[in-house]
């Protein structure tokens, strides 16, 4: 029977063209299989527009529990209801049919790896870096449409078919790109991944490793906040995230961005220097932008996640606040291990907060180095 969307109320407060736009949209999401409880909801959230979109990219097929998804998964129920936790999503209820044939072909998948011996923790820590990742990849996406894709005039049903055929056509698009780029990170990890004879002896990998760790932040980003709009404060520190990963070349990783900071590491010191001093070059060359800061440090560092802890984390994130502006200040190790031409400066010793002791820094430059 055919829902009357003015007594349900789904019309309210509309009028005109914006009225009919909503009851055509209504009559087409209902003739799709969307509920009056599901319209309902979409309506009080603002979304009535997005549900096309919700409906390509979760595709067709049957809806399932999550003891069925675990059942025919051979998963488990605990560890399947682990994994959305580390996916980030919601959990559906024991009797909810929320859950659809990708995620039972993702949870075989994940059967499959433990079956070929990777440990379910190991797993768990893989799903929590791969949801950072696409979680950021999707808020880009989403901004990305609502720029591209929505128009001045647009009524809900105008902005339903475009979003609906954009997703439509670009979504596999997308898809082969994130698996192209994975692809190209993983190969280079590969590369640079060490496996020796004593790794091989031990059956298994160090838990921590000697790695260079940068920081480089924004001066006066916070009080920048105070100035501007939040739409030119989003823009600046995405540009920070653009210049970084243009610096970011291989042996070079850039980990992640946080507002107005950028965290790179690599191996070795000197590929990190080359890129702080390119980042820092870069942000002066930008024009109206603030100036950048960077620190490094180096030591026994652990990668969890696509992350990485320990002692050098902290101390390269506390010396990037020494820094002047426009320059690049390491520890001690990071100078006694390069290799380079790079011009040092005695900084002196510092107590920085939360490091034990006070450390020695530099000032580092291109150039010829110094004795001493």
Partial sequence: MAIDFEAEGLLEGLEGDAREARRELLKRLSDDGFSLEELKQAAAEGRLALLPVERVLEGDGRRYTLEEVAEKSGLGRDYFESVL?????????????????AEVAAARGIKVARDAGIPDEEQ????????????????????????????PGDTEHDVALRYAEASEALKPVISGALVHMFNIHLREE???????????????????QEMTICFADLVGFTRLGERIEPDEL???????????TEVAEPPVRLVKTIGDAAMLVAPEPDPLLGAALDLIDAADSEG???????????????GRGGDWYGRP???????????????????????????????????????????????????????????G
Avoid at 192 to 207: H, K, N, T, Y
Avoid at 234 to 244: P, Q, S
Avoid at 288 to 299: I, K, N
């Fill in 288 to 302: 109206d932008f603030p100036p950048l800061h960077a620190g490094l440090a180096r030591g026994q560092s652990l």
């Fill in 234 to 244: 989003g823009a600046i520190a995405g540009r920070l995230g653009a210049l970084a």
């Fill in 85 to 101: 936790r580390a996916m980030g999503v919601a959990r559906p209820g024991p009797d909810e049919r929320e859950l659809t044939d």
């Fill in 313 to 371: 984390v902290n101390l390269a994130s506390r010396i990037t606040g020494f820094a002047r502006p426009s320059s690049v200040v390491a520890t001690k190790a990071v100078r006694d291990s390069a290799k380079g031409d790079w011009r040092w400066s005695n900084a002196g010793e510092h107590r920085f907060k939360g490091v034990k002791g006070q450390v020695a820094v530099y000032r580092v430059r291109r150039g010829e180095p110094t004795p």
């Fill in 124 to 151: 768990l820590e893989i799903v929590r870096a791969m949801s950072r990742g696409t979680a950021n990849i999707a808020t880009a996406v989403t901004r990305v449409f609502g720029r591209t894709f929505l128009q």
């Fill in 190 to 208: 590969v590369r640079q991944a060490a496996v020796g004879r004593e790794e091989i002896e031990a059956g298994s990998l160090p838990a921590a």
